[in-house]
């Protein structure tokens, strides 16, 4: 059973560019959760999805974000316009019931040029 | 506003030391405790789950105990390696399935 994937891995864009993080959760977990950690920082809650849904999006920053999870296919976190300040890693995490364990990805370390 | 509080923010010990690390948070009206290691660089590997029915949970020479009515949470770690030289995080989920985390201990472990 594979974990949670994450790709890219690392991803440079220049100011204004768009940037996509795809997440494949892991097989069985229908719940997605992103988690951004700024240089030096903790981990700081972003959005929570279930299929085709998104249940919790307080943590997301009102303009530029946003988050999709398909019926078929990954989640995407879709970041528009990017700025420098949104040089971060982007975790993803999965579950199976939103209250379970949360398994992590590798993340994707976003660089902004 | 739920907040997640770690205390110590770094610790440093000599190989083959137990040691406790806390964890503290605001709203106790939680439904799971989870506490992490993350080595640098790379993503979260998780460690313990407590309900919130349950007092503590072992793994290894991992303990974790939660006392909910109190806010407070602590990870044992039995007879450090150096193996174990991470950042430790804690994460209080609710119900509703979110998550607040704290802002970690780092733990150096020295031989």
């Known amino acids: 059973n594979a974990g949670v994937m994450q790709n890219p891995r690392h991803l440079v864009r220049r100011r204004g560019q768009e940037a996509r993080l795809r997440c494949s959760p892991m097989k069985g977990h229908s719940h997605v959760y992103w988690y951004r950690q700024l240089p030096e920082e903790g981990l700081k809650f972003m959005v929570y999805l279930q299929k085709e849904n998104i249940i919790d999006e307080s943590g997301m920053p009102k303009e530029r974000f946003s988050a999709e999870f398909p019926k078929e296919g990954p989640s995407i976190l879709r970041i528009q316009q990017v700025v420098r300040g949104d040089s971060a890693a982007y975790f993803c995490a999965s579950s199976r019931q939103g209250t379970d364990t949360q398994y992590f990805g590798p993340g994707t370390r976003l660089t902004v040029l | 506003k739920q907040e997640v509080t770690q205390i110590p923010a770094a610790l440093s010990v000599p190989e083959g030391e137990n040691l406790v690390l806390n964890c503290s948070f605001t709203?106790?009206?939680?439904?799971?405790l989870q506490w992490f290691r993350q080595d640098p660089g790379k993503g979260l590997t998780s460690l313990l789950l407590i309900q919130s029915s349950q007092r503590e949970q072992t793994s290894g020479r991992l303990n974790a105990s939660l006392d909910k009515s109190s806010g407070r949470s602590t990870l044992y770690i039995a007879a450090s390696q150096p193996g174990d030289s991470a950042t430790y995080l804690c994460?209080?989920?609710?119900?509703?399935?979110?998550?607040?985390f704290g802002d970690g201990t780092t733990l150096t472990v020295k031989p």
């Open positions: 709203d106790s009206a939680i439904y799971n």
């Open positions: 994460a209080v989920i609710t119900n509703a399935g979110k998550s607040t």
